[in-house]
């Protein structure tokens, strides 16, 4: 009976302050089974969700990782007893795990429905935990506590006069007798005083019916049959007593036949001890009467109450606008200029300025320029984006690393096959013009190995948009998680195929390294000083490419730096 008016009344203090999801911490024991059991059916009756439930041991059987599944959750409803006739007192045993997780502060509650007191306290033994005494206060700080014991620990009932003899509790002690000076006791005395009262009154009202006399209650027999409506009456009377008392008013439940009091709703405080009363249970009304006002309840949180859960609100961390449009008009001024230069290329291929021994694969270098100024461009459509991923950011991921896989194989590939030819024109006695169909040979084989590669990455291990969280701050006065996100390109093998790519086209660029010094010595020697500067242009991007690569690599948390980086 005890357990069901905690669990209505903290059911009614959940759905007060709108909280909808909770923890369940549950001792594991035969006597707290059946107590979280009645507060899981009141909660069951509303849309209150359990997020995370434990069932714990304090002989070190629950393993650490149990109290993780927390993680999420801030209001917890405990039922762990602080007797300390069980070794290790289990209330202070969930305090330390709580503690230890960094389960507490101000965004963090515990209803308790084992309210402890100085006693227990002061048999705390702190080597016994995972964490000090007065830890174990900082983690119950603020905690709302529910028993029948309550209301005397509140002192609630130490002005009550009894209705025959308009005593107190503490004009009745000496009669009262306790069987020790334990606070605890202090909770049962009144209560058994009343509990004789109400039996004799009961069995007055028995002896006063019509129907039986002093002799019938002092002869009855429980096993015959025949003395079953005295026994009946008796009960009935029993049900009937309504007195003040030492404890309160006195009364029983016609259907409980339980005696029913106001259940009171206590607030510990900074010493681990029920300090103030924040309202009690009405248990005949079914209703929880909440007697202070939020900025009391709550003024370890704050002075409001702490929401169930983290607001959580996303930014991303997203390529600027500035610069994509910076970057998008040069792109677009880049790929106007190559292909002005293409057509006119064709229509003018024997003027002397125009005049190229290989103009395809010219041709084919400019066009990797296109291609990398089109993986520019692209990223203006991210500036329609959102927050979080969409379908576009997948067509983008794929777009964009296709065009910077083909657009360098185009760019370096092209300008490595051809300083390739340069080399080898120049390395001849007789200067010799290299046929540019070997040229194209070599550069398909390096266009048919970026195919390959593509086609095997994207057929079998598709890249997806996914969202990356880089930082989270809390407001602590809204609960606001405020996370900060970017949005990067994955699959599940990504390393794998990034590590193959940079791996082959390290080779690409390692052969044209080789062969720039010597190519630059023998064009110069032999007087061929415009193919110097194309030499000097070749060993300048090859250069650039690799510190860029490099340092992408350092910061691959910045979208503005890697954008800048890629596009140039």
């Known amino acids: 009976a005890a357990a069901s008016d905690c669990a209505f009344a903290f059911d009614a203090i959940i759905e007060r302050f709108k909280w909808e999801k909770i923890g369940l911490l549950v001792l594991n024991s035969p006597r707290m089974a059946p107590v979280a059991a009645l507060f899981k059916e009141e909660i069951g009756k509303g849309n209150i969700t359990v997020g995370a439930e434990i069932l714990f041991n304090i002989d070190g059987s629950s393993p650490d990782v149990i109290w993780e ?35 507490y502060g101000r965004h963090h509650v515990i209803l308790s429905y084992y309210p402890t007191v100085q006693e227990q306290w002061d048999s705390v033994h702190e080597t016994d935990f995972e964490c000090s005494r007065s830890n174990m206060f900082e983690v119950l700080q603020g905690a709302l506590g529910c028993s029948l014991s309550v209301s005397t620990l509140l002192g609630k009932y130490d002005d009550e006069r009894h209705f025959k003899t308009n005593q107190t509790y503490a004009e009745l002690r000496s009669i009262i007798r306790p069987r020790s000076n334990v606070e605890v006791r202090r ?136 610069a994509i449009f910076v970057l998008s008009v040069i792109a677009a001024i880049g790929i106007v200029l190559a292909l002005i230069y293409i057509i006119y290329a064709i229509s003018h291929g024997g003027h002397l300025m125009i005049k190229d021994e290989w103009p395809i694969i010219t041709s084919v270098i400019i066009v990797g320029c296109i291609l990398l100024d089109v993986y520019v461009l692209i990223h203006v459509a991210d500036l329609e984006t959102g927050i979080h991923p969409e379908p576009l950011h997948v067509d983008m991921c794929k777009a964009t690393t296709g065009l910077l896989i083909f657009g360098f194989t185009f760019f370096c590939g092209g300008m490595t096959v051809k300083l390739w030819g340069v080399y080898k024109f120049f390395s001849q006695d007789k200067t010799k013009v290299i046929q540019e169909a070997w040229l194209m040979l070599i550069f398909f084989f390096l266009l048919v190995a970026d195919v390959t590669l593509v086609a095997v990455w994207f057929v079998t291990d598709p890249m997806i948009a996914n969202e990356k969280e880089i930082s989270s701050t809390l407001d602590d006065d809204t609960s606001v998680r405020t996370i900060t996100v970017m949005i990067t390109c994955e699959s599940k093998y990504k390393t794998y195929f990034l590590i193959a790519t940079l791996c082959y086209k390290a080779i690409v660029l390692l052969i044209g390294g080789f062969i720039v010094w010597p190519a630059l010595f023998m064009s110069v020697k032999k007087g061929f000083v415009h193919f110097s500067e194309f030499v000097i242009a070749v060993f300048t991007s090859l250069l650039v490419s690799i510190l860029l690569v490099v340092i992408s690599f350092m910061i691959p948390t910045e979208p503005n730096a890697l954008f800048i980086i890629n596009g140039c």
Request: glycine share 8%.
């Open 69 to 103: 599944t927390l993680k999420d959750i801030r209001i917890f409803v405990a039922f762990a007893p602080h007797m300390g006739s069980l070794g290790i007192l289990p209330l202070q045993f969930l305090l330390c795990k709580l503690y230890k997780h960094g389960f």
């Open 187 to 322: 909770y049962f005395q009144p209560i058994l005083y009343d509990t004789i009262w109400a039996i004799a009154l009961a069995l007055n009202a028995t002896i006063h019916d019509v129907e039986y006399g002093v002799n019938d209650v002092k002869n009855y027999k429980l096993n015959e049959d025949m003395t079953k409506p005295l026994l009946d009456s008796l009960y009935g009377n029993l049900l009937n007593v309504n007195f003040q008392g030492i404890s309160g008013h006195f009364y029983y439940n016609n259907t409980r036949g339980f005696r029913q009091f106001k259940t009171y709703i206590g607030l510990f405080g900074s010493n681990g001890e029920l300090s103030t009363s924040i309202g009690y249970v009405e248990v005949d009304k079914k209703r929880v009467v909440i007697s202070q006002s939020d900025d009391i309840i709550w003024k370890s949180k704050g002075g409001a109450a702490p929401p169930d859960r983290e607001i959580k609100q996303y930014q991303r961390k997203r390529i600027s606008s500035a």
